[in-house]
């Protein structure tokens, strides 16, 4: 809570609490790719996978940069989009406007960035399987803390929005 001044004004805050931060700071760092990872694996709660398609698949990002930060995956490991088949290319596309439809009903944001990294130098993290970002953006979203703390600040838990996007993405098969 930050502290208010007797002139009313608010001070700076002195702790931000992100408590789920701990569990990946002190656990075990996956081996091997996070996505085939997710694609091959049944646990899709537990991997935050919100949809499975015959190609592609839809997965909450586990260190959004917002709440509802998606990525689409193919199932298939391929580092460049110029390496997809048609059909994941189709596939991948279709889960992304899919993701948009379901972010608007369930978490009503005022546009997205929707976009992939292809390369360490272009900014991706995992590099040898291409996939989507899908992030929400609200107006004013975009505050001091990414700039003057280099940290993002989420208003909700990850399983919370989860719980939120999985039972829509079933309902709108």
Not at 5 to 15: K, P
Not at 105 to 121: E, I, W
Not at 162 to 172: I, S, T, V, W
Request: proline letters at 6%; charged letters at 20%.
């Amino acid at each position: 809570m930050p502290k208010v001044a007797s002139d009313g004004v608010n001070q700076a805050v002195e702790h931000l609490w992100a408590p789920w931060r701990m569990e990946y700071i002190l656990g075990e760092k996956p081996e091997g790719c996070i996505f085939c990872d997710a694609a091959e694996g049944d646990a899709d709660e537990e991997k935050y996978v919100v949809l499975r398609g015959g190609q592609a698949f839809i997965m909450l990002n586990a260190f959004p940069y917002t709440s509802g930060h998606l990525m689409v995956s193919p199932h298939r490991h391929v580092a460049d989009l110029v390496d997809l088949t048609q059909a994941e290319l189709v596939e991948v596309m279709s889960l992304i406007g899919r993701s948009l439809k379901v972010l608007r009903a369930k978490l009503c944001p005022a546009g997205f960035n929707v976009g992939l990294n292809l390369g360490r130098s272009a900014g991706a993290g995992v590099v040898d399987h291409v996939h989507f970002h899908v992030v929400p953006r609200w107006s004013g979203d975009a505050n001091f803390m990414p700039v003057i703390a280099g940290a993002n600040v989420l208003p909700e838990h990850l399983r919370d929005t989860y719980a939120k996007l999985a039972p829509e993405f079933r309902r709108q098969r």
